[in-house]
């Protein structure tokens, strides 16, 4: 069975400081590793997905096939990105997406 | 373009009430979704279908019905509510299961 692990439910940062947001994840397949966050009043939505390797809103995330890990980086924090931030697993193919249980991103100013 | 829309938006349900969750979605997607999202649980699935005319039981399906209507709508039951229910609700749909999925914007419901 796919899981995913998101061991930090609350991450405080300084605004300008360094974000990494972790995320682990087990599979039994070809992985597909998203990056769904949820701003204050608004719909859950799509960050950023590893297949399309490109930088949203300055956050990248790199699949680690070795260490099964897709963590969430971002070199300078905005208040802005206090949000909350869930990473997500599919085996590919036509199978349903698994969700870690969130980490609480919040910027101080 | 509406997306995914999802009523009610807030319902209080005393114990052993039912009601019906409706979800409808725009996008001419084939997968559609009921998560339901708790503190310190994350988004956990009750129940999806991966295409019209069939669904399937997510992680936690006790205490829930749903019914695939057609293509655009996807419907959550609950024949007799408690209180371990309430949470808020999340449909969602995608173009097929695994890829992108879109979110509606939750139904806050409480039972008591």
């Known amino acids: 069975a796919q899981r995913v692990t998101q061991p930090e439910k609350l991450l405080s940062v300084f605004k300008g400081a360094p974000v990494e947001l972790k995320c682990n994840y087990s599979?039994?397949?070809?992985?597909?590793l998203f990056w769904y966050v949820q701003y204050s009043r608004q719909r859950l939505q799509l960050l950023l997905r590893?297949?399309s390797r490109e930088s949203i809103k300055g956050f990248t995330a790199d699949l680690n096939k070795g260490e099964t890990s897709f963590h969430l980086k971002k070199p300078f924090a905005q208040e802005e990105d206090s949000a909350m931030y869930y990473c997500?697993?599919?085996?590919?193919?036509?199978?349903?997406?698994?969700f870690g249980i969130g980490t609480k991103l919040q910027v101080i100013p | 373009n509406a997306g995914v829309t999802q009523t009610p938006k807030f319902q209080v349900l005393k114990t052993g009430q039912s009601m019906t969750l409706q979800c409808a979605q725009d996008?001419?997607?084939?997968?559609m979704y009921w998560y339901r999202q708790d503190p310190g649980m994350g988004l956990r699935l009750i129940y999806y279908?991966?295409?019209?005319?069939?669904?399937d039981k997510g992680e936690v399906p006790n205490g829930y019905n749903v019914s695939r209507l057609n293509k655009r709508e996807f419907s959550l039951r609950l024949e007799s509510a408690a209180p371990s229910q309430t949470s808020v609700y999340f449909c969602?749909?995608?173009?097929?299961?695994?890829?992108?999925?879109?979110f509606g914007e939750g139904s806050w419901l409480t039972v008591v």
């Open positions: 969602a749909s995608s173009a097929s299961t695994g890829n992108t999925i879109y």
């Open positions: 599979y039994s397949g070809s992985p597909e």
């Open positions: 590893h297949i």
């Open positions: 997500a697993v599919s085996s590919g193919g036509y199978q349903k997406v698994t």
């Open positions: 996008m001419n997607h084939n997968s």
């Open positions: 279908s991966a295409s019209e005319g069939t669904t």
